[in-house]
């Protein structure tokens, strides 16, 4: 039985900037936190990323591997060396196999800026201005095979602005991005969400109790 006091062990997957691990490992960092980042990995020797888990002295490994398979048996062995318990994918641009995905389900998390399921892939900032929009935001989801989908665990929602270009927008949606993920994390590290029938009801509850909403300036 896992000791209930214990904080859940997270690897957090990135290939760039990471600011999203910023926010999380700033969450964890609070007393209370049900999670504790204890690995990160990217998948760029050059991640600017890296330097967030060097300043908080976390472990970082680099998966630079040609193909996936190998590069999935790399990453195999340091979350089984690292004890990992929880995956999440911050800004981490490969898709991982399904048998991968499979052998994490429910444990495997993603951010996702926009509000799945509108605009999965990629430029969804300028994609969701030109569809006229006016709600946009992120979505934090467990993995499923298919690319940006899977239960939805927290929505950041914003009023998008007629003077929004895909710049602001992503500027804007980033921000909630770093109130979401963390706030997600927390709600499955704590046991609080679990998927049931493919949705996440918080607390047993059906309908989730996070919506964070940022009103127009
Ligand atoms: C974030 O906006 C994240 O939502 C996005 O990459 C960015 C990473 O930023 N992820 C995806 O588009 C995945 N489909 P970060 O490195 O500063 O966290």
Redesign the pocket.
Known sequence: MPDPAARRRTAVL?????????ALIEHCARPGASAEIALVVADQPGAP?LEHARAANIRSEIIDQKTRIELERKLNRLLQSFDVEIIC?????RVLSPELVAAWRDRLL????SLLPAF???E?HRRALEAGVRFHG?TVHFVRAE??AGPIIVQGVLAVSPDDTPESL?AR??TL?HRCYPAALELVASGRAQVVNERVPIDGASAPETLLLNPVA
């Open positions: 990135i290939s760039g900037r990471g600011s999203n691990l910023r990323g994918l911050a800004g981490f641009m993603n951010i996702h800026p999965r892939g990629l969804t992120c690319v940006d992503a949606v980033l991005e």
